[in-house]
């Protein structure tokens, strides 16, 4: 069983488009993550989700938006795609201040 | 503001050889501190963790870390790296205090690329 998944794993489309991400956790954790890796392979949060609150959201453009239907998802909704919104982005899920455990990562591409 | 700092961007050894990924952090506080490892096309996983207790941590594949926090230092060891451990090697630091915006946030370095040598 796949701990946390992701989907799609590939995602190529055209700047402009609205784009969205699905992340599934079945860990039974209450808190769910998604991070951003570029280019060179930095990794960094965008937010944070504890029970369905958003609790982080560190300086993303307004365009990302996520949502949480319930613990065990989290979504990410993109609007407008530029080319710089191309990375992988990782969903990740933990029982708070306990390490946390990544999907397999969405490769975004935008042309 | 907490900060983590892998100095090293590439390191090659042989394979049998003994290994040793550096990596410092900067936190207010007592931190929680772990290594992610990455293949190439994959997601992370977590080698290992140190949240409190014994300063020197065992994870997966024989991988261990000390927690030394007079050097600010979660150097990643191990004794002897076979060629499957070659990948990008992520050290990150977790905020230990609950609340505030730090709330679960983990801050990662820049990694380090471990090749091996047959």
């Known amino acids: 069983d796949t701990a946390v998944s992701q989907t799609p794993k590939y995602l190529v489309t055209q700047m402009g488009n609205d784009k969205s991400i699905k992340c599934e956790q079945n860990?039974?954790?209450?808190?769910m993550y998604w991070y951003k890796q570029d280019s060179k392979k930095f990794l960094k949060i965008m937010f944070s989700?504890?029970?369905?609150?958003?609790?982080i959201n560190e300086t993303v453009p307004n365009r990302f938006s996520p949502k949480s239907p319930d613990k065990a998802h989290l979504n990410l909704h993109i609007n407008s795609l530029e080319l710089g919104d191309s990375a992988v982005y990782f969903c990740?899920?933990?029982?708070?201040?306990?390490?946390?455990?990544f999907g397999p990562g969405t490769r975004l591409t935008v042309t | 503001a907490q900060s983590v700092t892998q100095p090293d961007i590439h390191i090659t050894v042989s394979e049998g050889a003994s290994l040793e990924l550096r990596c410092n952090y900067s936190?207010?506080?007592?931190?929680?501190l772990f290594w992610y490892v990455q293949s190439p096309g994959q997601g992370l996983q977590l080698l290992l963790k140190?949240?409190?207790?014994?300063?020197l941590v065992q994870g997966i594949k024989g991988f261990e870390a000390e927690f030394k926090r007079s050097q600010s230092s979660f150097n990643l060891r191990k004794p002897s790296v076979h060629w499957s451990d070659a990948a990008e090697y992520f050290c990150?630091?977790?905020?230990?205090?609950?609340?505030?915006?730090?709330?679960?946030?983990?801050?990662f370095g820049q990694g380090t690329i471990l090749t091996v040598h047959p």
């Open positions: 989700y504890n029970n369905k609150e958003l609790i």
């Open positions: 990150a630091v977790g905020a230990s205090s609950a609340g505030g915006t730090s709330y679960g946030k983990l801050t």
């Open positions: 936190y207010g506080a007592t931190p929680y």
């Open positions: 990740a899920s933990s029982q708070v201040h306990k390490e946390q455990y």
């Open positions: 860990l039974g954790h209450d808190t």
């Open positions: 140190y949240f409190s207790g014994d300063t």
